[in-house]
């Protein structure tokens, strides 16, 4: 049984800092791309980062470049988002997703290219 459990979500005041994780299971996490979305409240889900699967390569959405960084840990089959200098505007529930072989001709950043979603952990940044 596939599971993708995020956690680490909570409420933070303007300029501070949240990490993310996202703990893996059911499926071989090596083998996978990894993702995390983004959606606040009345939009879409948007593209926030994505790390290959050696965590060798990693794309970030330029809207969050100089603040959050995604990491991965292979042997504990989990992914991490490093989320600093958080704005009001990052308010939103943030989901990790995995990118299989079968979805790998699709840009990583479109919700399309995920074989796998997790529940979601809520991130909510005070003024």
């Known amino acids: 049984q596939v599971q993708l459990v995020e956690s680490g979500g909570g409420l933070v005041q303007a300029a501070g800092s949240l990490r993310l994780s996202c703990a893996a299971s059911g499926f071989t996490f090596s083998r996978y791309k990894m993702g995390w979305f983004r959606q606040a409240p009345g939009k879409e889900r948007e593209f926030v980062a994505a790390?290959?699967?050696?965590?060798?390569?990693?794309y970030l959405v330029d809207s969050v470049k100089d603040r959050f960084t995604i990491s991965r840990d292979n042997a504990k089959n989990t992914v991490y988002l490093q989320m600093n200098s958080l704005k009001p505007e990052d308010t939103a529930v943030y989901y990790c997703?995995?990118?299989?072989?079968?979805?790998?001709?699709?840009?990583?950043?479109?919700?399309?290219?995920?074989?796998?979603w997790g529940q979601g952990t809520q991130v909510t940044v005070s003024s």
């Open positions: 790390i290959t699967q050696s965590g060798d390569t990693a």
């Open positions: 997703a995995a990118s299989g072989s079968l979805r790998s001709n699709r840009h990583y950043s479109l919700p399309d290219a995920y074989d796998y």
